[in-house]
């Protein structure tokens, strides 16, 4: 089992910047791919962006492609989510979650093994 706690959320205006980062521990961090999801008050969670056990395969949601840039310090068992051109529709909880039997991320909230309590992103018009 991995524990995940998130840390760097908070209220930011439209085209500002936040830096998420996720903290793992238990089983060995570099064995298997992170991804970040977040969830809108009414909506459904949604992937946002997933990262490979190594750092060399990224995945993005369309809607943050050019904006977002996830990445994973491995010896830090940290993974980050950088958050640039913030809009109002990027509010929600951000959640890390881990993938321990895949090296490679998936989109798919379900493929997922372990989640963090979430952080909340604010975005203001």
């Known amino acids: 089992q991995v524990q995940l706690v998130e840390s760097g959320g908070g209220l930011v205006q439209a085209g500002g910047s936040l830096r998420l980062s996720c903290a793992a521990s238990?089983?060995?961090?570099?064995?298997?791919?992170m991804g970040w999801f977040r969830q809108a008050p009414g909506k459904e969670r949604e992937f946002v962006a997933g990262?490979?056990?190594?750092?060399?395969?990224?995945y993005y949601a369309d809607s943050v492609k050019g904006r977002f840039t996830i990445s994973r310090d491995n010896a830090k068992n940290t993974v980050y989510l950088q958050m640039n051109g913030l809009k109002p529709v990027d509010t929600g909880v951000y959640y890390c979650?881990?993938?321990?039997?895949?090296?490679?991320?998936?989109?798919?909230?379900?493929?997922?093994?372990?989640w963090g309590q979430g952080t909340q992103v604010t975005v203001s018009s």
């Open positions: 990262i490979s056990w190594s750092g060399g395969t990224r």
């Open positions: 979650a881990a993938d321990q039997w895949a090296g490679v991320p998936s989109g798919i909230s379900s493929s997922y093994d372990d």
């Open positions: 238990g089983r060995t961090f570099s064995d298997y791919a």
